[in-house]
T-cell receptor, first 114, second 113 residues
């Protein structure tokens, strides 16, 4: 099983749609989780951290299911500007040492159409 | 001004040349990282540093070297560039603690002919 696995997409959705991405991780000891957004040929940018209780930031909701070892990102009322690649990111140990380097998924591409 | 600055932004060079990519940050973070990104392969860690003079190999360090002479600066060198090192290179920084995200520079697009 890959350390962090995502459906590469692309997800093609109309404006206003709700879209959900899932990500699975292999290390059950993982403690920290993030979603990043990356536009074509640009740097990854932190979208949101994912907390155990789930968290919401405007149209974006992130959830964590530790029992099944997956993370989800829900985007409501999609905008054209949401078109990007979404990277699932996991800290496999949660510690600050060398074991704590982040593991990046390969990303899920989203294309929002008018 | 960007918190994490990479230079150059683009570079085209020939096989066998020595190349240095520079990264500087104003975030005051102790940790710095170099990644490369290739289509279909995602981000791969080359080297990382948790403090000045601290250097650690990442997933794909062969053919690369780094230098961390100051907290704010982390440079990546390709001693003798080869075409399969053509990629998009990112520098990133993070604060202490396992729950800290990483913050990326704008990237350097490197082409080796």
């Amino acid at each position: 099983r890959k350390e962090v696995e995502q459906d590469p997409g692309p997800f093609n959705v109309p404006e206003g749609a709700t879209v959900a991405f899932n990500c699975t991780y292999s290390n059950s000891a993982s403690q920290s989780f993030f979603w990043y957004r990356q536009d074509c040929r640009k740097e990854p940018k932190l979208l949101m951290s994912v907390y155990s209780s789930g968290n919401e930031d405007g149209r974006f909701t992130a959830q964590l299911n530790r029992a099944s070892q997956y993370i989800s990102l829900l985007i409501r009322d999609s905008k054209l500007s949401d078109s990007a690649t979404y990277l699932c990111v996991v800290n496999p140990s949660g510690y600050g040492g060398s074991q704590g380097n982040l593991i990046f998924g390969k990303g899920t591409k989203l294309s929002v159409k008018p | 001004d960007a918190d994490v600055t990479q230079t150059p932004r683009n570079r085209i060079t020939k096989t066998g040349k020595r190349i240095m990519l520079e990264c500087s940050q104003t975030k005051g973070h102790d940790r710095m990282y170099w990644y490369r990104q290739d289509p279909g392969l995602g981000l791969r860690l080359i080297y990382y540093s948790f403090d000045v003079k601290d250097i650690n190999k990442g997933e794909i360090s062969d053919g690369y070297s780094v230098s961390r002479q100051a907290q704010a600066k982390f440079s990546l060198s390709l001693e003798s560039a080869i075409p399969n090192q053509t990629a998009l290179y990112f520098c990133a920084t993070s604060d202490l603690g396992g729950d800290q995200p990483q913050h990326f520079g704008d990237g350097t697009r490197l082409s080796i002919l």
